[in-house]
């Protein structure tokens, strides 16, 4: 139902008090999406988020009353979407991509990847849609009443234009080679703007990439013997196992080296001692004989 006039300036002046009450603020593209798919998305989202759906003008002037709203607005498109939550907005953007649905293709649609057929048997009767399938260059055969594909095929590659007769085709065979997301397209937190580009970056790639760097540096800290937070108690240990290694070696007569000088001799002892056979005892003396 259209608002009227006072309707209108009610639901903006309502939506910009909304903004107090929220850390994240931020514009979601919903250009072509299914009403599903939104649907899906809010309720995935509650409680700690909300969309505010309207007209272009109407958005424009609820995010008049946020700090970043300027950079916001320009991020509108013909069919958005305000987003407002408490939520950490990677946390926000990876719960949206993970609701994310497939799509069948339609005539005229340009893949975004190749599309793969796999040999194998499929569900489907045979009839007329065997013809269709052989029609669209997939190889089918009809193997003891069941609809066989004999070989692997790539039916689209990546960029060529879906005809009307493939596009039938993925439909029998159930392949959804397209996907439909809310799209978080900018998001505004405590002063910071987050784009599409930083949202999507993979956190836990990224992690395993820090944590790989940090142990080269750490490394090469310790080799270079470089002093900092992280290599300090490393450094210290060795200078003190060298220092005791060289005491040992020297023995020198000093605490903590003389204790182990002295084991060191004990087992030197030990070990000369273990090389040096006792003697034998002497033969008793023969007894003279009796006359």
């Known amino acids: 139902m259209a608002l009227t006039k006072s309707g209108k300036v009610k ?7 909304e903004l107090k009450s929220y850390k994240v603020v931020g514009i979601l593209n919903l250009n072509g999406l299914p009403d599903r798919l939104t649907q899906k998305a809010k309720n995935s989202s509650k409680p700690n988020t909300r969309f505010i759906l309207g007209r272009k003008t109407l958005l424009q002037k609820i995010l008049e009353a946020h700090p970043k709203g300027g950079e916001l607005v320009k991020n509108l498109t013909g069919t958005s979407a305000i987003i407002l939550s408490n939520d950490d907005p990677f946390e926000l953007y990876g719960r949206f991509k993970k609701n994310a649905i497939k799509l069948s293709a339609k005539p005229g649609q340009v893949a975004p990847s190749d599309v793969h057929i796999q040999s194998g048997e499929t569900n489907i009767m045979p009839g007329q849609t065997v013809t269709e399938l052989k029609g669209a260059g997939i190889d089918v055969q009809i193997q003891k009443g069941k609809v066989v594909i004999a070989k692997d095929k790539i039916l689209v590659k990546k960029g060529e234009t879906i005809t009307l007769g493939v ?6 065979l159930e392949i959804y080679p397209f996907s439909a997301v809310v799209d978080p397209v900018m998001m505004a937190d405590n002063g910071m703007l987050y784009s599409r580009a930083v949202l999507g970056i993979d956190q836990e790639r990224v ?6 760097a940090f142990r ?3 490394a090469i800290s310790l080799d270079r013997n470089i002093i900092n937070s992280y290599t300090i108690v490393n450094l210290i240990g060795k200078a003190y196992n060298n220092a005791m290694y060289l005491g040992i070696e020297a023995k020198i007569p000093d605490s903590g080296i003389i204790e182990r000088v002295m084991a060191n001799a004990v087992l030197g002892a030990q070990s000369l001692n273990s090389m040096v056979k006792p003697p034998e005892a002497a033969a008793p003396a023969a007894e003279a004989p009796k006359t």
């Open 216 to 218: 080269s540096a750490l």
């Open 207 to 212: 992690l395993a990439m820090m944590t790989g």
């Open 167 to 172: 596009a039938k085709a993925l439909h029998t």
């Open 11 to 17: 639901f903006v002046e309502d939506a910009k008090k």
